[in-house]
């Protein structure tokens, strides 16, 4: 492990003789770009003047006492893993169940602290299927009162709860259970209740 700054490990002094202290800087995903950038009026009227791309993809630039230096952004290497992390090197940038690299796979879905491999992925989706199968109960035992008018929407199926975030005016809506992935019908049941109270005035 290298030497730390405010917690974060430096990896070394960046050489390139156009860098002085003082000198602008912004990111642009790996891409450190150095010099003044103007925009005005949402456009970009001057770019700046050169760009450096670091030697790992998860460094960044950043400039101590004057030097600019190489500093660590991964999150792991740091000791500080996070739930959604920016930038990791190649070592931690892996899938989370096999610690497969990105190169081992078609999609990496992203997930709860990072991603997952698309092997894994359905391995997942495989799993949560056969739950949601077991779930079923067969025709004969199935009681379409027990889905009627209920406070909490639930797939007529599996019994999964459904999000009805968006379904306030459903009527016989077309939904796929993302647990079972069966079909079924949703509809939105709303009933309606009376408030009076009495006016101060009375006119005729
Ligand atoms: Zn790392
Ligand atoms: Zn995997
Ligand atoms: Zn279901």
């Known amino acids: 492990m290298g030497k730390r700054i405010d917690g974060e490990i ?9 860098l002085f202290p003082g000198i602008e800087r912004v990111r642009s995903g790996s ?13 970009c009227i001057q770019e700046c003047d050169f760009e450096i791309t670091p030697p790992e993809k998860s460094w960044y630039s950043k400039e101590i006492d004057g030097v600019w230096h190489w ?14 992390a920016y930038s990791r090197c190649q070592k931690h940038d892996v899938c ?3 610690g497969g690299d990105r190169k081992s796979t078609t999609t ?16 997942i989706n495989r799993q949560r299927l056969a739950e949601a199968e077991a779930r079923i109960v067969p025709d004969d ?12 929407a ?20 077309e939904h796929k259970c993302y647990e079972c992935e069966r079909h079924f019908k949703l ?16 006119v005729a």
């Open 31 to 43: 891409t450190q770009m150095f010099g003044k950038r103007i925009i005005q009026g949402g456009k």
């Open 154 to 173: 639930r797939c007529p199926w599996c019994k999964a709860e459904i999000s009805t975030d968006e379904s306030y005016d459903a009527c016989q809506e």
């Open 96 to 98: 989370v169940d096999c």
């Open 71 to 84: 500093v660590e952004g991964c999150d792991h290497c740091n000791g500080e893993p996070k739930e959604w």
């Open 10 to 18: 430096i990896r070394g002094v960046i050489n390139d003789p156009r």
């Open 187 to 202: 509809t939105a049941e709303h009933s309606v209740s009376w408030t009076t109270i009495r006016s101060v005035k009375q």
């Open 108 to 123: 990496a879905w992203g997930c709860s602290g990072g991603w997952r491999c698309n092997d894994c992925q359905e391995k």
């Open 141 to 152: 035992e199935y009681d379409e009162m027990d889905f009627w008018h209920e406070d909490e």
